[in-house]
């Protein structure tokens, strides 16, 4: 018969100080490790929820983003002749060409950041359908007139309906305020891009992008686009190109997490560790009398085990608990790769549950295996002389 | 002395217990003279800036570029030293995972700006004579094992297509500051191709870097910079090198604040882990404590015989957490070259982590020193283990 789970709990009870440090030490662990995974999380859910795999984002071959790309007139025409676009409501091909620069504009909490300022055409929002305005209208085509994303309203100063903002020698009065519910387009401003064009004096577009009419035909087009010659650009689902956004940053969050989470659980690990050998020698006279009684090596082994998992696993949920309040948490900083701001939250997410419990369970174990074996190996007569 | 002797002996008396904790003071304190390794790393570059250069660049934002005839104008202006100017080239070697800053610059002048790029006299005059020359840092030769004469292929991404450069010479910093993971090559190189194949973006520079002769006047000369291209097509914005650096960092401040954050997150774990031993060990002594205090002896140096324990320990994990921080450091900076090409521990992080030790050890003996002293004489002789 097992050494009964109440057993263990009462133990647990017993040595409150002790238990309660062991587990906050892993509890603090398990924040670190959660925290940073629902960071990464976050970002990469950002950046995925960005594109929608039905459109197709057309760049010049070697880009590492927009930023860097740029799309001549007429190849861009060469594309739009390609007529792989879907039909809008009105019957015009669903189908934008936009150039995307960076400003410099102060931040609310002082200093400066890089923005993202998008040229938009004529189909851009029908492209975006998880674009909204939330205030005022959107910009209109021919006019120096910008809408802003909700993140960018937020953080930088001076950004107010009504207000104007200076692109290079240029004001642009903001008639807008956009949510594009948690994505890339919330740390954007919106403005036309013939007007963008001028004002930056920029003679190409950044990129080309349309709606696929048939979306399983994806792997023709690309290869029209690429396969041409006289274009040297390249083809990727909206969806894939975002994804990509996120990675470089993601890994760096990723790599940073686990790192210090692996290192700080050494820690935690043998503060598990110096509990469950206290609490073995403490009831060596103990663990003789469940011995005498009957109960095998076995059985004390599995007990101190699961004793041990109880304290991992406690710890686990409350720096769960503790994680989760980040998600009302907002974070903004400048993406690496595309090296505009953009704003993205902690994301909490069943893989990062999961993970979380697991690796707690796994510092839990850790800690108590080896007291555990020796609790088991003690001889039945000596133990109980101990008292 | 005797307490000493008994400090001593009570933290060897279960030596397998002492030394877990030694070992996870150890490990935090390793945790946390690397986080402020990278902490430091990240502000490295201001360090590493002077305060008699100016950077010019583009008012709109960095990524528009400056036509190069401006370098002209501004060697005319009032203050102004030396003028030398350059491009973020954003080149791929191999693939993106090996990132390195590579920038076209104009090399002559460039280098007398930056003296702390330190090359030996044949190689800088290999360099300046080869205009498909390179020049790069120690740290980044070692890591791709490039050698004098090799030729590197970067991929371009801002300026397309494949471009071949010869490594003519190999800097190495004045100080440890100074990033030694750098690639330069000739802006003349860059622009004679532009001519050819992207007219359009010829004769343009990222950016202008301005010595000035006298570092006070420094905020003055930028002014007049800046006043002198007001108005024109491309306006400037000119800082001191200080406030450039900054600016970039500035931008990636949240990940500096969650850093920070889970440095503090550290030393917590540490104390819980002290406190929790030193809260077992007097727990099991408090049988002893009761006949301490009725042979005599105060409750002050039962105190202190906790509080040395407690110290004991932090200490003799801090000793092993700093003596193992060198090597690791040694094996990240590998590692991390990428994202930092500066890490290294400075003696300030070394006297946080004596007062980080000595603030555990401090914390950790509260709860079982005020447990000692509260309870009776008596009922400490009954209780039991």
Redesign the interface.
């Known amino acids: 018969m097992a050494l009964p789970l109440a057993y263990n709990l009462r133990n647990l009870w017993t040595r409150k100080v002790a238990t309660v440090l062991t587990a906050s030490g892993m509890a603090l662990v398990v924040f670190v490790f959660a925290s940073s995974s629902m960071l990464s999380e976050g970002l990469k859910k950002t950046l995925v929820e960005t594109g929608s795999p039905d459109n197709v984002v057309v760049v010049r071959k070697g880009a590492t983003s927009e930023v860097d790309s740029s799309v001549e007139r007429w190849q861009a025409h060469v594309v739009e002749a390609l007529g792989q676009a879907a039909p809008s409501d009105d019957g015009s091909p669903l189908s934008a060409r936009e150039v995307l620069v960076l400003v410099t504009l102060p931040r609310v909490s002082g200093g400066v950041s890089n923005v993202a300022v998008r040229g938009i055409g004529r189909h851009s929002a029908g492209l975006r359908p998880q674009v909204r305005i939330v205030q005022g209208r959107m910009p209109r085509f021919g006019a120096r007139e910008v809408a802003v994303g909700s993140s960018i309203a937020r953080r930088f100063a001076g950004i107010v309906p009504g207000g104007t903002v200076r692109l290079a020698l240029d004001e642009y009065r903001i008639v807008g305020i956009m949510d594009a519910s948690g994505t890339a387009f919330s740390s954007e401003v919106w403005a036309d891009a013939d007007q963008i064009m001028q004002t930056f004096r920029r003679p190409v577009y950044s990129s080309l992008v349309f709606r696929l009419s048939r979306p399983e035909r994806f792997k023709e087009v690309q290869a029209a686009i690429e396969g041409d010659p006289r274009l040297t650009l390249k083809a990727e689902p909206e969806s894939s190109y975002w994804r990509k956004q996120s990675e470089l940053m993601a890994m760096f969050l990723e790599i940073l997490g686990m790192s210090l989470a692996l290192l700080f659980s050494i820690g935690a690990v043998i503060g598990g560790m110096v509990t469950m050998h206290a609490a073995v020698a403490g009831r060596t006279s103990e663990i003789g009398t469940l011995r005498a009684l009957g109960f095998g090596r076995r059985h004390i082994l599995l007990g101190f085990i699961a004793e041990a998992l109880i304290l991992g696993l406690a710890g686990g949920l409350a720096g769960l608990a503790l994680a989760s309040l980040l998600q009302f948490v907002t974070v903004s900083t400048v993406n690496f790769q595309t090296f505009s701001e953009l704003a993205f939250s902690f994301e909490l997410g069943a893989r990062t549950v999961a993970e979380s419990l697991l690796f707690s369970l796994a510092m839990g174990f850790a800690g108590g295996f080896m007291p555990a074996l020796k609790a088991s190996r003690m001889n039945i007569v000596e133990a109980l002389r101990t008292a | 002395m005797i307490l000493l002797k008994m400090i001593v002996r009570n933290a060897l008396r279960r030596p ?2 002492t030394a ?2 030694v ?3 150890a ?2 304190i ?2 946390f003279t ?2 402020r390794a990278l902490l430091a790393a990240w502000y490295s570059a201001v360090d590493a800036s002077s305060a008699s250069r100016l950077v010019a660049r583009n ?6 570029p400056l036509p190069i005839s401006y370098a002209d104008r501004m060697r005319h202006v009032e203050g102004v030293a030396r003028v030398s100017y350059g491009s973020w080239f ?1 080149g791929i070697y191999v693939s ?1 995972k090996n990132f390195f800053a590579n920038f076209a610059v104009d090399a002559q002048s460039y280098l007398d700006l930056y003296p702390e790029l330190v090359l030996p006299a044949k190689e800088k005059a290999d360099f300046l004579r080869d205009r498909r020359g390179f020049v790069a840092g120690r740290k980044l030769v070692e890591r791709f094992g490039w050698h004098i004469g090799d030729i590197v292929t970067l ?4 300026y ?1 297509g494949e471009w071949d450069f010869v490594l003519r010479g190999v800097y190495e910093g004045k100080t440890r500051t100074v990033d030694e993971t750098q690639f330069f090559f000739h802006w003349q190189y860059l622009n004679e191709r532009l001519k050819d194949s992207f007219p ?1 973006m010829a004769d343009t520079v990222g950016f202008f870097m301005i010595g000035v002769k006298d570092p006070q006047s420094a905020a003055a000369v930028a002014r007049s910079i800046d006043s002198a291209f007001k ?1 024109s ?1 491309a ?1 400037t914005l000119t800082e001191s090198e200080r406030a450039f650096v ?2 970039f960092i ?6 500096v604040k ?2 920070k954050v ?1 440095s503090l ?2 030393i ?3 104390m ?2 002290v ?3 030193m ?2 060990t007097t ?2 002594r408090t049988g002893e404590y009761a006949v301490l205090k009725t042979l005599g002896f105060s409750w002050l140096s039962i105190v202190m015989v906790i509080a040395g324990e407690s110290w004991f320990i932090s200490a003799a994990g801090c000793l092993t957490g700093v003596i193992a921080a060198f090597p690791a450091v040694g094996f990240l900076t590998t590692k991390l070259s990428a ?1 930092f090409p500066v890490f290294f521990i400075d003696a300030e992080t070394v006297a946080l982590d004596v007062v980080v030790a000595f603030l555990v050890g401090t914390v950790s003996m509260v ?1 079982p020193s005020w447990q000692t002293c509260c309870i009776r004489v008596a009922d400490a002789l009954k209780k039991v ?1």
């Open positions: 397998l217990r877990l904790t070992a996870a003071v490990v935090a390793l945790a690397l986080l008012a709109v934002s960095i990524m528009f954003g993106e991929k371009g991404t801002l397309p359009s108005n097509r306006e900054l600016s500035s931008m990636s401040e949240a990940i969650i850093v889970v997150v550290v917590a774990i540490i819980v882990v406190a929790n031993t809260a077992m727990r099991e994202y709860i283990g």
